[in-house]
């Protein structure tokens, strides 16, 4: 339940959802300078225990192992979308007052934005979709439970606003909330998380791929009776960042050498899984990570959950008497990442099937010591009505209120529009490079690289 001082006392007389700060709180920023919070309601969730708990997930996961400043938080980030759709509402209230009837903004939804952008990311676990992929969790199921479940200070927090706002929240993540302009500002092809997160994650790798003007952005975007649109004369701000956002997924998201780290990391918890099976009480020490091993956890279970726990488990298991988990284990913690060839889907399967049977032939499984792996994105999706799971269309808006697809009015977009980012990756050992002339395997190794060329299968 949230607690007001005695200081402020006369707070009482006001609906928690109405109290503001005394003084503003503000937290120092390298994106966004300060990110200013002066709602009660928004100072409590950021001190609640479940999103404290985002300090301890980084927001990239295996990248840091390629991008060494790469060690940023879901925390920043979720305070980082949080600022930007603050700054929206501001902008919104003060040039699109409330006329719903012709596209106006009603700051009535306010708190429900801004609750929903900063608990957006607060299912997340550690390294997140290589974790779901083998434990079959789901940060978004986890994300709308901890919302919803009145186990959880952040429901305790929301309820004090209204018995159905934590469902609202949830709605909004959800992208079911009967407003589509707050839906569209935390979920959409240009919205608060993905800016937030391409500025952020640029700033943290070092690079300068996914810079673009937000600044110019807030000054053209605007709400209308759909969603929102953005004015046609900011279209090269938009333009900037859909062409920012292509080029951090080819440089950064889709990183060869990160995907080959969360390879290894899918290898290890999936052989653990396994061993777990055959000898449960082979892991009895990593009390944490049990629950997930036997499929029996809660979401109190998960909640304990974050990059330290899974670290120390994998530590320990470095020392641990099967020597493929052992392995696997060392290859991640000390950044031995496996090597890769681009091949060609359905071209190359039976070469792909070569190169395992000599990778067998080493000592290697190739159950745990192999893996294909694609990467996809699209920059910007066409817009396609009548398509199943279409995403939302970018629009923009002429003076005299007309709408325009972003596609048809950017020749650039146009050119990036359906245009997949996309390769396809056969991971190996190292050790299949093996050049040295001393190995026993040399033969061996020399008829795996006759296959390869230029980083590429022949």
Known sequence: MPVVSPAKGALLMIPYRDQKLAFEKVFRDP?????YVDHQVILDLINSREFQRLRRIRQLGASSFTFHGAEHTRFGHSLGVYEITRQICDLFERNYPRDIARGGWDDEERLVALCAALLHDIGHGPYSHTFEQIFRTNHEAFTTEIITSPETEVYKILSCVGADFPEKVAAVIKKTYPNPQVVQLISSQIDADRMDYLLRDAYYTGTKYGTFDLTRILRVIRPYQK??????????????????RYQMYLQVYFHPVSRSMEVILDHLLERAHLLFQKDPAHFENDRFLL????GTYTLADYLKLD?????TCILEWAEDADGILADLSKRFLNRKPFKSVLFTPVRDDDMLDVLAGLVQRVGFDPAYYTALNSSYDQPYDFYHPHQAGQKTPIMLIEKDGSLEELSRKSALVAALAGQATEDHRFYFPREMLETSGQDLFQTIYREFQSHIVNDKLK
């Open 31 to 35: 994106i966004h300078n300060y990110i």
């Open 227 to 244: 969603g929102i649109v953005f004015q046609m004369n900011g279209m090269h701000a938009v333009e900037d960042y859909i062409v920012s």
């Open 291 to 294: 629950p997930f091993l036997r």
């Open 307 to 311: 990059d330290g726990v899974l670290n």
